[in-house]
């Protein structure tokens, strides 16, 4: 997932960021990288939007309005695609029961 996002934010925003830079502070908060890579892609397949939401503000360190900017998308839309993301991620990462849908 991070070779699409590099290309994601390379492309469409004109930004660009390390990878193994982006890897080590995640690691150091404490989240394997495999573990919420396998969770976005899960993600992904439920609610794409939401999975590059979280791509694009995660890795990406973009706002809210850049994101809405990129996906094409109003502002309140990414920011409720943003929450809902978190959540569904954050369960998924706890280890609790996993939601159907999104």
Do not use: H, N
């Amino acid at each position: 997932m991070l070779r699409d996002l590099t290309y994601l934010v390379d492309f469409e925003v004109g930004r660009s960021f390390c990878a193994p830079q982006v890897l080590l502070e995640v690691e150091t908060g404490g989240i394997e990288v495999v573990a919420l890579d396998s969770a976005l892609r899960s993600l992904a397949k439920i609610d794409d939007r939401k999975s590059r939401v979280v791509e694009l503000r995660y890795f990406g360190g973009l706002s809210l309005e850049e994101t809405a900017e990129v996906l094409g998308v109003s502002q309140e839309t990414a920011k409720r695609d943003w929450k809902m993301a978190r959540a569904w991620l954050y369960t998924q990462l706890a280890g609790e029961e996993k939601p159907t849908d999104i």
